[in-house]
């Protein structure tokens, strides 16, 4: 019922009002209170007098009738004389307390030197409008803030909603308005509208189709890094330098590239018969767009990288960013983007059509110097039993330790996936059962105790994958001890543009690394396997020493 009914139903009961509540009180008195409605309104109705009174003495009614109108006249005309006395005299106090409250406020601003009396009436009295026009315009934007305030609400909440639509989230989009308080606002309704539109426009990609490319630490300093002695060479090799992974994002990008996460692409789903299964996802993006995976290993900067032109370790700084400290060949300690996180965080954020509903890359972990540039393995723990004395002791493992998790957690709140590239960075392909297994069970205790949750990703060391091009079986230990292991996205190298495979209990899929010596290789002419995402004539950086061949 609205309010306009119950108002209406109101005024036409009125006379039952206080008969309806007592029936509500007293339902089984229901009938005699009903019959009593008539003498109710008889006896409480002013203007009426009993019919035995007029019948038994008319004349002294009659006369009684002009005594009592002239008391009551009487009576009024004293009410309302003392009523008028009683305002006159509230309002005389009031005056005089405002008075008194002015010359006292008066005498402190005289006292005090902030009000000066030949001001008012002198030269600077211009001053004096000024301040007083000053006062009314803050007390008028005050008063209009309130007004503003809601039109700002719902600009940051349609930027807000804007960047979800421009990483593809248009469900999310809708549903940040939808459920906002401006959602009836034909504003808010012609942008529903917008990403609904979008959404219907955008094509399921073809999820056999996804390339993924990958990197290993990036390196600032080429000077220090790229020397010409064995260490030299092989991070001259295997590692990207900065320029080029940011020329590598705005090509990619250019070419209509947008990133994802391996979960985007399937995932393990319970049945209704209680059992496990990979499901394949659909992603859906505008026609053109291309899905591509970007992992980076070995996100643990080693002691032996340290002071060789690459970030320290990882921190967040004063904002809670994901950032990188890094000592240059002077020695001079500074926290900036110096590797993947930053880098990639800055492009999407000013790029949010990069990314899949939010997804960054893959962060790859070995164990045994700690990770995310901490010495946090077990190693290092004087209290351990698997301290070893070849490692320095690390004091501050238990901080540490702590601080690891705020970061893994902050790359996960990000965006980014983690990923097992097992504790020793050993070879999957060449190894012994049992020795995976005793890797797998240090990693899990150095490095998955540090997560926010299970890992179930694992990228092969050296690309070396515990099968070839067919399926995984259950006739495969290696597999069968990775699955129990709770891993579920299994990632080796072979360089190719593309190569996916998904069965029931995993999906697999090679990678591409986009490092010294396969973008030299493109670069000098002598192989052509990069053409479909970069061209390597822009990208290469030419401090690199040359040639570049594999070790």
Same mark, same amino acid.
Request: hydrophobic residues 35%.
């Given at each position: 019922?609205?309010?306009?009914?119950?108002?209406?139903?109101?005024?036409?009961?009125?006379?039952?009002?206080?008969?309806?509540?007592?029936?509500?009180?007293?339902?089984?008195?229901?009938?005699?209170?009903?019959?009593?409605?008539?003498?109710?309104?008889?006896?409480?109705?002013?203007?009426?007098?009993?019919?035995?009174?007029?019948?038994?003495?008319?004349?002294?009614?009659?006369?009684?009738?002009?005594?009592?109108?002239?008391?009551?006249?009487? /009576?009024?005309?004293?009410?309302?004389?003392?009523?008028?006395?009683?305002?006159?005299?509230?309002?005389? @106090?009031?005056?005089?307390?405002?008075?008194?409250?002015?010359?006292?406020?008066?005498?402190? /601003?005289?006292?005090?030197?902030?009000?000066?009396?030949?001001?008012?009436?002198?030269?600077?009295?211009?001053?004096?409008?000024?301040? +007083?026009?000053?006062?009314?315009?803050?007390?008028?934007?005050?008063?209009?803030?309130?007004?503003?305030?809601?039109?700002?609400?719902? +600009?940051?909440?349609?930027? *807000?909603?804007?960047?979800?639509?421009?990483?593809?989230?248009?469900?999310?989009?809708?549903?940040?308005?939808?459920?906002?308080?401006?959602?009836?606002?034909?504003?808010?309704?012609?942008?529903? *509208?917008?990403?609904?539109?979008?959404?219907?426009?955008?094509?399921?990609?073809?999820?056999?189709?996804?390339?993924?490319?990958?990197?290993?630490?990036?390196?600032?300093?080429?000077?220090?890094?790229?020397?010409?002695?064995?260490?030299?060479?092989?991070?001259?090799?295997?590692?990207?330098?900065?320029?080029?992974?940011?020329?590598?994002?705005?090509?990619?990008?250019?070419?209509?590239?947008?990133?994802?996460?391996? @979960?985007?692409?399937?995932?393990?789903?319970?049945?209704?018969?209680?059992?496990?299964?990979?499901?394949?996802?659909?992603?859906?993006?505008?026609?053109?767009?291309?899905?591509?995976?970007?992992?980076?290993? &070995?996100?643990?900067?080693?002691?032996?990288?340290?002071?060789?032109?690459?970030?320290?370790?990882?921190?967040?700084?004063?904002?809670?960013?994901?950032?990188? *400290?890094?000592?240059?060949?002077?020695?001079n300690v500074s926290i900036g983007d110096y590797d993947i996180?930053?880098?990639?965080?800055?492009?999407?954020?000013? @790029?949010?059509?990069?990314?899949?509903?939010?997804?960054?890359?893959?962060?790859?972990?070995?164990?045994?110097?700690?990770?995310?540039?901490?010495?946090?393995?077990?190693?290092?723990?004087?209290?351990?039993?698997?301290?070893?004395?070849?490692?320095?002791?690390?004091?501050?493992?238990?901080?540490?330790?702590?601080?690891?998790?705020?970061?893994?957690?902050?790359?996960?709140?990000?965006?980014?996936?983690?990923?097992?590239?097992?504790?020793?960075?050993?070879?999957?392909?060449?190894?012994?059962?049992?020795?995976?297994?005793?890797?797998?069970?240090?990693?899990?205790?150095?490095?998955?105790?540090?997560?926010p949750g299970n890992c179930d990703i694992i990228l092969y060391?050296?690309?070396?994958?515990?099968?070839?091009? @067919?399926?995984?079986?259950?006739?495969?230990?290696?597999?069968?001890?990775?699955?129990?292991?709770?891993? &579920?996205?299994?990632?080796?190298?072979?360089?190719?543009?593309?190569?996916?495979?998904?069965?029931?209990?995993?999906?697999?899929?090679?990678?591409?690394?986009?490092?010294?010596?396969?973008?030299?290789?493109?670069?000098?002419?002598? &192989?052509?396997?990069?053409?479909?995402?970069?061209?390597?004539?822009?990208?290469?950086?030419?401090?690199?020493?040359?040639?570049?061949?594999?070790?």
């Amino acid at each position: 019922m609205s309010l306009k009914d119950y108002s209406r139903r109101n005024s036409q009961n009125r006379d039952d009002e206080i008969i309806d509540n007592v029936t509500r009180i007293n339902p089984e008195g229901s009938d005699t209170v009903q019959g009593q409605k008539s003498s109710y309104r008889q006896d409480y109705d002013y203007g009426s007098k009993p019919s035995q009174y007029m019948e038994d003495d008319p004349v002294d009614e009659k006369a009684f009738e002009e005594k009592l109108a002239q008391r009551r006249e009487e /009576l009024r005309s004293r009410h309302r004389e003392r009523s008028r006395k009683r305002k006159m005299k509230r309002m005389t @106090h009031t005056f005089i307390a405002v008075d008194i409250i002015l010359l006292l406020v008066l005498g402190i /601003l005289i006292g005090t030197g902030k009000l000066n009396l030949s001001g008012i009436f002198g030269n600077s009295g211009n001053s004096s409008k000024t301040e +007083t026009t000053a006062a009314a315009e803050t007390e008028e934007e005050t008063t209009a803030a309130p007004e503003t305030e809601p039109a700002q609400v719902l +600009t940051e909440l349609i930027a *807000q909603s804007d960047r979800q639509a421009m990483m593809y989230d248009y469900d999310a989009a809708v549903e940040t308005l939808s459920t906002s308080e401006f959602a009836e606002s034909p504003e808010v309704q012609a942008k529903i *509208q917008e990403y609904e539109a979008q959404k219907a426009a955008c094509v399921p990609f073809d999820n056999s189709q996804i390339t993924h490319v990958f990197f290993h630490i990036l390196c600032e300093d080429t000077e220090r890094a790229f020397t010409n002695d064995a260490a030299g060479k092989d991070f001259n090799q295997v590692m990207t330098t900065i320029p080029e992974f940011e020329a590598i994002l705005q090509q990619m990008y250019d070419r209509g590239y947008v990133l994802v996460g391996l @979960h985007d692409m399937a995932e393990m789903q319970t049945q209704e018969d209680g059992t496990r299964k990979m499901v394949k996802k659909q992603i859906m993006l505008p026609e053109g767009k291309k899905a591509f995976v970007m992992s980076e290993d &070995d996100v643990c900067y080693y002691e032996y990288m340290e002071g060789k032109g690459f970030a320290d370790k990882m921190v967040l700084d004063e904002n809670g960013k994901l950032k990188l *400290q890094y000592t240059d060949a002077q020695g001079n300690v500074s926290i900036g983007d110096y590797d993947i996180v930053p880098i990639l965080d800055n492009f999407v954020e000013a @790029h949010p059509d990069f990314s899949y509903r939010g997804a960054k890359a893959i962060m790859a972990f070995t164990g045994y110097n700690g990770v995310l540039g901490y010495r946090t393995d077990e190693t290092y723990d004087a209290s351990s039993e698997n301290r070893d004395p070849k490692m320095k002791a690390n004091p501050n493992i238990a901080e540490d330790r702590e601080t690891v998790k705020k970061l893994f957690q902050a790359l996960v709140d990000d965006g980014y996936e983690l990923a097992s590239h097992s504790w020793g960075h050993i070879n999957f392909t060449n190894r012994e059962l049992a020795d995976l297994q005793r890797d797998t069970d240090r990693w899990e205790r150095n490095v998955e105790s540090l997560m926010p949750g299970n890992c179930d990703i694992i990228l092969y060391p050296f690309g070396a994958d515990i099968g070839d091009w @067919h399926p995984y079986s259950t006739e495969n230990d290696k597999f069968n001890m990775l699955k129990a292991a709770g891993f &579920d996205y299994f990632c080796n190298v072979d360089s190719n543009p593309v190569w996916v495979q998904y069965t029931e209990d995993a999906v697999r899929q090679g990678r591409r690394n986009l490092d010294g010596y396969r973008l030299w290789m493109d670069y000098s002419g002598e &192989d052509n396997r990069l053409s479909d995402i970069l061209d390597v004539s822009t990208v290469f950086d030419t401090r690199r020493p040359t040639p570049i061949t594999w070790n």
